[in-house]
Nanobody, 120 residues
Framework: QVQLVESGGGLVQPGGSLRLSCAIS????????MGWYRQAPGKQRELVAL???????NYADSVKGRFTISRDNAINMVYLQMNSLKPEDTAVFYC??????????????WGQGTQVTVSS
């Protein structure tokens, strides 16, 4: 069983930076994808960034060059460094873990979300 707890959200001015952290409890012994989704009011939840057990990363076009996803496997943490923030980045950000076998998906896990507000 996996549990996720996000932290690091808050209010920041346009052009500013925030670093989101996600603490992951439970052992992950399968293939995985870890990352961040976000959901703005009235919109669907969308992928922001993912990192896989193989080390590959994937970013939404809207955040490429501004956001960086990273992980620390030793302490089961995943991070999202967000630079050059824009008002349109305002959303609730959710940490995500998807566990997979070689044959298909096993289970998905979600954090409770952390609010990021970009406003002057």
């Amino acid at each position: 069983q996996v549990q996720l707890v996000e932290s690091g959200g808050g209010l920041v001015q346009p052009g500013g930076s925030l670093r989101l952290s996600c603490a992951i409890s439970g052992s992950i012994l399968s293939l995985y994808a870890m990352g961040w989704y976000r959901q703005a009011p009235g919109k669907q939840r969308e992928l922001v960034a993912l990192i896989t057990s193989g080390g590959s990363t994937n970013y939404a076009d809207s955040v490429k060059g501004r956001f960086t996803i990273s992980r620390d496997n030793a302490i089961n943490m995943v991070y999202l460094q967000m630079n050059s923030l824009k008002p349109e980045d305002t959303a609730v950000f959710y940490c995500y873990v998807g566990l997979h076998s070689h044959y298909g998906p096993i289970s998905d896990y979600w954090g409770q979300g952390t609010q990021v507000t970009v406003s002057s």
